[in-house]
């Protein structure tokens, strides 16, 4: 990383001199500077009305970057170790899907771990590609899916040899990081592709003592979520591309589903950010990891909580862990950890990232003071005082299910379909999604087989609490499934 | 030299007193300290530039937050103070024979020191041996506590910056926690006579309200607060502060007062409609 590089921000700088400029506008947004809304500009502030801007010639254009935001992706490049950046402003599923359509097209086949966020798999619906799933380990104890085992990853490429890629979520939302230098060892060796969703891993680039980031590991492209931890405004993101890839053709690619109104307001968050980061990250992320270390030796201190790390680490599918994350089993204080999500918000104003049956994940920040997580540690104290059970049985304890894939997703996804309550589709192929959001994770997708054991994830996930989507039906009462 | 300190009571009062000189101006971790002398009101105490004590009226404050509670229970042997640094509601405490320890939590340090050196008047009790000093953030030390403490008095800043935590429901269930089964807490409530500061209090009050059986608020007269009208909360486990209050027992310990009385005590719990009406509205 070139430190005098890191210092500019093209965007910004441009931004700036733009205001300075005065322009008249005559074009696009018609709100003109925040003239045209005043309710809005009175709401958001005139300082950000006014940066809210449309490409122009000394803007730069994000279809086609020739000046400042062509400088900016540079920039950006040297401060993640990539050959390059691209600035991404319809959030990282953008990204995870700009990822996936690079490598494959109908037909072709891409090796994942069934765990990966929606967009991955919403990537596979409408490019038509072909999932392999390699089964992650699952933490028996916890509950929760882990990383991808390089003997899992042979294993696939052995059965798979034509597969064009892999893709690697990196870490998972829990923290959990695989072994991916040696996955990329093993890829490249069968000239496989490796693309990994490092949505929640920004800070591996930045900060010291992090696991390895996928550049480093020299991964193929990378989707970075800059606004997750880095500081950037939501829906804003980092697409990297490492030596095996072309860029320019990525963005072609991009360009197929991305805005061409990219917006100035995100993007130039993502040039502040990134020079933050770069400047600042060290200390940044060291104080991220001392109050996160700090509140999971407090979490466990109050007991029947279980705040994990690096411990959980097996040299396979937990190769490595994020010290930044702070995810906390909640099953023996007797509450699924949906529960716990909600009592935090209801009941003591805190909101948690999500909880799923048997964790909550809080996301530690340098944003955060050390008062807060005072509050949160009291919080769960009381949680546990005031709603905790000694009765743990009839607590559902798993939270991966190995799909039964019948059909590809995009064939399923597009197929004639009917709808039928959930309880009755057992052995049906699934025509649609179905999740607990957050995490986003579909317990089924589009072309799987419909089994018992989901179903009764589904209504105990539903009894708990949990925010499900992905169906037609709003209600999730009722499921497409491919009419046979 | 026309030097002025003024807080601004709302978006549309301010309230200025008259500064002789300034004594001290400190940048702590936590916030600003700053100490003035006034003819008006004798030494001054600000954080953050709101304003904390002056010497002509802080006996209003420390008299309301101490002997209210330990006239309802003349038998409070063990106390927590959470805040309070400038050190006037130990030296009330300190005016008990029967109190035997008093555990003082303060998150900042430095507004001991200064208080030390500047507010004699106030800090004089700090070095006494029944004081146990801890500089920490109050939620965090009460939190491990379970069944200790016979009375909690919360002497804290405002609801924004250091004291946010002071009025959150995780606090006052800890509080609870800490307390054993005849346990009182008094908390400075805030006042309800501009807008912005009501809403804090009652979302205290109603916070305690689900903690503690007994919950019930009173009222003091405090010049250089905003309104001048000042409320705290009573909560407690067993006893209700005026049905419980043996007036004779507390007068019999000869506490001479500037402030508060037993009759005031009793007085101090009947509160003005606008302020009853706001309790129930929750």
């Known amino acids: 990383m070139n430190i005098l590089l890191q210092q500019k921000a093209p965007i910004h700088e441009a931004l700036q001199r733009h205001k300075l400029n005065r322009v008249v506008p005559f074009d696009v947004p018609g709100h003109k500077g925040g003239r045209g809304n005043k309710e809005l500009t009175d709401f958001l502030g005139e300082k950000c009305l006014k940066l809210d801007v449309n490409s122009m010639k000394p803007l730069d254009n994000l279809t086609h970057p020739v000046s400042v935001i062509k400088e900016a992706e540079e920039i950006a490049a040297d401060a993640f170790g990539a050959k390059a950046a691209l600035f991404i402003v319809n959030g990282t599923t953008a990204s995870v899907q700009g990822m996936v359509m690079s490598v494959c097209k109908a037909g072709d086949k891409i090796i994942m771990p069934r765990n990966v966020h929606r967009s991955a798999i919403n990537a596979l619906v409408v490019c038509g590609a072909v999932p392999v799933y390699v089964n992650p380990g699952v933490n028996k104890n916890l509950g929760i899916p882990l990383g991808m085992s390089v003997i899992e990853v042979e294993k696939a490429i052995k059965e798979n040899p034509e597969a064009k890629a892999i893709l690697v979520n990196n870490p998972t939302y829990y923290g959990i990081c695989s072994n991916l230098r040696e996955i990329v060892r093993v890829a490249h060796r069968h000239n496989i592709k490796v693309l990994v969703d490092e949505a929640h891993g920004t800070h591996f680039y930045f900060g010291e003592n992090m696991p390895v980031s996928a550049m480093a590991a020299g991964a193929d492209m990378a989707a970075v979520s800059m606004h997750k931890t880095g500081g950037s405004l939501t829906q804003s993101s980092f697409l990297l591309c490492g030596e095996g890839v072309n860029p320019d053709y990525v963005r072609q690619i991009i360009n197929l589903t991305q805005t061409t109104s990219g917006s100035y307001l995100l993007m130039v968050s993502l040039d502040i950010a990134r020079k933050n980061l770069s400047l600042k990250g060290k200390e940044i992320f060291k104080k991220t990891v001392e109050l996160a270390k700090y509140a999971r030796g407090e979490i466990n201190k109050l007991g029947g909580y279980y705040a994990f790390a690096e411990e959980i680490m097996d040299g396979d599918t937990t190769y490595d862990f994020d010290p930044t994350k702070l995810s906390v089993h909640t099953r023996k204080v007797g509450l699924a950890g949906v529960e716990v999500y909600d009592l935090l918000r209801d009941e003591y104003g805190i909101q948690v990232e999500f909880g799923d049956i048997s964790n909550f994940l809080a996301i530690v920040s340098a944003g955060d003071r050390e008062f807060e997580i005072e509050r949160l540690i009291a919080s769960l104290s009381e949680i546990k005082r005031l709603y905790g059970k000694d009765d743990i049985s009839g607590m559902l304890d798993h939270e991966y299910i190995n799909p039964d894939v019948a059909m590809i997703p995009q064939k399923a996804f597009y197929s004639v379909k009917k709808s039928l309550p959930i309880q009755d589709s057992i052995g049906e192929i699934c025509g649609e999604f179905v999740m607990c959001y957050p995490p986003g994770i579909p317990i089924l997708a589009p072309g799987e087989r419909i089994t018992e054991e989901v179903i009764q994830y589904i209504q105990y996930a539903k009894e708990k609490g949990s925010f499900l989507t992905g169906t037609e039906d709003m209600n999730v009462e009722n499921i497409n499934v491919v009419l046979r | 030299m026309d030097l002025w300190y003024t807080e601004q009571h709302s978006k549309y009062a301010q309230f200025s007193i008259k500064i002789d000189r300034q004594l001290a101006s400190v940048k702590s971790d936590f916030q600003r300290i700053d100490v003035f002398e006034s003819k008006g009101f004798g030494r001054i105490l600000t954080l953050d530039g709101y304003l904390m004590v002056t010497e002509k009226d ?186 419980d209050l043996d007036t004779g027992r507390w007068n019999e310990l000869g506490i001479k007062t500037k402030y508060y009385n037993t009759d005031l005590h009793i007085g101090a719990f009947a509160l003005p409609n606008y302020v009853k009406e706001q309790l129930e509205d929750e």
Not at chain 2, 130 to 140: A, M, N, T
Not at chain 2, 179 to 190: K, S, Y
Request: aromatic share 12%; with cysteine; charged share 25%.
């Open chain 2, 58 to 243: 802080e006996f209003i404050y420390h008299d309301m937050i101490t002997h209210i509670p330990m006239a309802t229970n003349p038998n409070i042997r063990k106390v927590l103070v959470i805040g309070a640094g400038d050190g006037g509601t130990v030296r009330e405490l300190l005016r008990y024979e029967t109190i035997e320890h008093i555990d003082m939590v303060e998150i900042d340090e430095d507004v001991v020191k200064v208080c030390k050196e500047f507010l004699p008047f106030t800090a004089c009790g700090l070095e006494d041996e029944r004081v146990h000093l801890y500089f920490e953030d109050g939620l965090k030390f009460v939190r491990r506590k379970e069944g200790e403490y016979d009375l909690i008095l919360v002497d804290s800043t405002d609801p924004f910056g250091p004291g946010e935590g002071l009025f959150t429901k995780e606090f006052y269930g800890n509080c609870y926690k800490a307390l054993n089964e005849t346990g009182i807490l008094v908390n400075q409530h805030e006042s309800v006579y501009y807008e912005s500061y009501a809403v804090s209090m009652k979302r205290a009050h109603q916070r305690i309200k689900e903690c503690f059986p007994i919950a019930k608020v009173y009222q003091a007269h405090i010049p250089t607060y905003p309104s001048g009208h000042w409320l705290f909360g009573f909560a407690s486990k067993k006893y209700d502060p005026i049905q």
